[in-house]
Structure formats: C-alpha cells, structure tokens
C-alpha cells in the first residue's frame, strides 16, 4: 500500500463548478501536509499548507481528518486556470527528522 | 520569496557522458532535495542532502552521485548517462532538519529535462 494516495483522474468539470480532491495517508506519525499544484511540464509550486482546523485560501479549502487519516482540497468557482495535476504532500516523522512524501496526482480539466 | 534556480531547462547529452545539473538556492535552507519525474510514476526522490558535505540516499540513487561542496548548492551527476535516465529532473530546497521544522514545505526550480541519447 502506498504511503499517500491520491485519485488519479482527470476529473472534468465545467467553469463555476465546485470540486473536491481527498488524498488518504497510511502512517500514523504524518504530522504537516500540504497541497501542491503542478501545470503541464512544470515544476510542483506550493499552494497551501493543510492546518489542523482547516483552513481557506480565497476559493480553495483545506480540510484535515486525522482519525480517518485524509486530507481533502475544495475548489470552488473553477476557473479554467485552475487545470493542472494536483499533488497532496505528508511529512512523516522519524527519530531523528522526518521525511517527504508526495502523492501521484489528481489531473483537474476545468472547460468552458 | 525562495529561489531555486536550477542551471539548464532543457539538455541533450549522449549515452555514456558524465552529466552534471546543478541546482542553486538563495534562501539558506538547510536541506536539498534532487527528484526525477516520469509520466505515471510521480516525483521519485534520488538523493537529497541536510547539510554542507552531508548526503542520503533516496529511493531510487542508482547510477547517480551527488555532490554538496556549498550550502546554497547542490549538484546531481550522471555518472555514465543512458537511455533509461531520461527524465525531469527536478532540485528542491526546504527549512531545517528536526521535528521542528517538518511544517516547512518544499520548493522547487523550473526543472530541467534531460535527454540522453
């Protein structure tokens, strides 16, 4: 079983439309985690970090679920810039440090 | 902001050369990171450092050496590039070694593709 899961996709939706990415980790000492966005032969960049309470970022929505051990990104109003791969990202502890660990990916196509 | 800047975007290089990619950062963090990325098989750690002169392995370092002389800069090579090496290659950089700092995240370069023929 992979470490962090993601749902491969694509997932198609039409412009304005609201749509939701779970992402699911299976090692109990995951303690930070991040959303990522990647476009087309691009480099991943950053775009939120995931807090315990949740948190929001103008239209996207992070949530945190440690009993089910997921986390979950909600975009809402697509926009057709939102296309691109979406990557969820743990950070795993062990004695000493800790290490990354990425997901594969969830495709978004947004269309007009 | 973090800059990451690694030092080709694109590069052809024949089977058999050494290949070196270097990768530089401007913001003091202590950790670097070298991935590559393949269509259906997601970002794939090779080597990633936590210190000047300091390196671990990371899944997959096979016919890859590294090399931290600097901080800032962190040098991936090919020892005896091949076909199979063909990739993105992607550096990253990211705040602090201990617990303390595992809510840091990572940040990349642009990435540079490599093709070896």
Known sequence: ?112 | DVKVTQSSRYLVKRTGEKVFLECVQDMDHENMFWYRQDPGLGLRLIYFSYDVKMKEKGDIPEGYSVSREKKERFSLILESASTNQTSMYLCASSLGTDNLYSNQPQHFGDGTRLSIL
């Open chain 1, 1 to 112: 079983r992979k470490e962090v899961e993601q749902d491969p996709g694509p997932f198609n939706v039409p412009e304005g439309a609201t749509v939701a990415f779970n992402c699911t980790y299976s090692n109990s000492a995951s303690q930070s985690f991040f959303w990522y966005r990647q476009d087309c032969r691009k480099e991943p960049k950053l775009l939120m970090s995931v807090y315990s309470s949740g948190n929001e970022d103008g239209r996207f929505t992070a949530q945190l679920n440690r009993a089910s051990q997921y986390i979950s990104l909600l975009i809402r109003d697509s926009k057709l810039s939102d296309s691109a791969t979406y990557l969820c990202v743990v950070n795993i502890y062990y004695t000493g440090g800790f290490k990354t660990i990425f997901g594969a990916g969830t495709r978004l196509f947004v269309k007009a």
